[in-house]
């Protein structure tokens, strides 16, 4: 990585980072499930209740490590952190 | 629309440099049953399936585009240190003349991805066994993957992609289930 803009990263990035990945799929298996199990009630309270989670991990994780989302999705520090990197591949 | 996240689905990463697995891996990549011939397969077919089908072809669609990612990011670090003598010696000579380590849309035997390979029939129960089709003959290939490394951090991050392939396979057969469950409920009227 030569690129000038790169946040350095470090142990507490992987493990905020797995956070969010573990919480992430969780909630792709229950949105998986509900498509074709819509009327499970346990699994929407539960659905909502690990987004509610989800958002809390999300919004440390762009604090510290810059945004997930681009187009208005994410809040961006001075100077634009969207093309920082390192990028997913990258780590 | 799309929005692309700035992470991995799940966590790649490699023991070693391994140009030679790295072409092996491509199969998942432009082949015929891989990554970007699922995306483009399920995202296509939305537009035909019966409106309960939709959210699931969108989302597991949506998730094959992840798992490119995951495979790009396998081939990318397993190839970036690489000398023109490992790349050589790993059978990529003729790979690197054309792209050097730039990726590129082929099965591991250097076939180009084409279109032939998503199918779209319009029947819904033919798109949906031909996805669950699909998802069976992806599950195998990653586990003859699995086979053909002995590299312990790789072999986990394609077990993962393995196991999706079996939950995929499981969604479209209960979707076949709701579609026929629905044409019988309409012939009583």
Redesign the interface.
Known sequence: MSEANTKPIDAQYYKL??E??MV??GL??L???L???PNDMKAIQQLNQWSEQRHKIAQQYELDY??????G?SYSKFPWQ?IESP???QV | MW??????????RVSKCDPRMAKLLLEQYGGADGELAAALRYLNQRYSIPDKVI??LT??GT?EFAHL?MI??MV??LTKDATIEQIKAAGLSEIYAQHDRALFYTNAGGVPFTAAYIQAKGDPLADLYEDIAAEEKARATYQWLIDLTDDVDLQDSLKFLREREI??SL?FR??VE?IKADWNTKKVY
């Open positions: 980072l797995e969010l990945q992430d799929f792709l298996e949105s998986l499930y498509n074709t199990h810059g945004p997930l989302l681009q187009f999705h969207w990028w997913p591949w | 929005l692309y996240e700035k992470k991995l689905q799940y966590p790649v959210g699931l989302d597991i998730e990612e790009a990011t990318y670090k939950v995929h969604r209960e979707a709701i």
